[in-house]
């Protein structure tokens, strides 16, 4: 089992930054794929970001360029997501996810991710 909490939400004017940060407990922590979704009003979730179990591959949404890196530190059992140049396309609920050692192919998609936080909302002004 494991439990997610999200943190660092807020409303930035465009071009600013935030840093989400989730808090998990749990076992074996540094077992888990962790990943980053967002879901817009009216649309689906999407993925945004993610990072293998052992730390040594991230993934991040083409439509991201490089904007947002996520990262881990599994001394806190945390996992962050840094947001720079915001645009207002960026608004969203983010919420992490976190599953047991998925497979490459798998982590790009919401429906593997047996874990999710509440989510916390980011909201990007013009």
């Known amino acids: 089992q494991m439990q997610l909490v999200e943190s660092g939400g807020g409303l930035v004017q465009a071009g600013g930054s935030l840093r989400l940060s989730c808090a998990a407990s749990?076992?074996?922590?540094?077992?888990?794929?962790l990943g980053w979704f967002r879901q817009a009003p009216g649309k689906e979730r999407r993925f945004v970001a993610a990072?293998?179990?052992?730390?040594?591959?991230?993934y991040s949404a083409d439509s991201e360029k490089g904007r947002f890196t996520i990262s881990r530190d599994n001394a806190k059992n945390t996992v962050h997501l840094q947001m720079n140049s915001l645009k207002p396309e960026d608004t969203a609920v983010y919420y992490c996810?976190?599953?047991?050692?998925?497979?490459?192919?798998?982590?790009?998609?919401?429906?593997?991710?047996?874990?999710w936080g509440q989510g916390t909302q980011v909201t990007v002004s013009s």
């Open positions: 749990g076992r074996s922590f540094s077992s888990f794929t």
């Open positions: 990072i293998s179990w052992s730390g040594g591959s991230t």
């Open positions: 996810a976190a599953s047991f050692r998925l497979s490459t192919v798998a982590v790009m998609a919401p429906g593997p991710y047996e874990y």
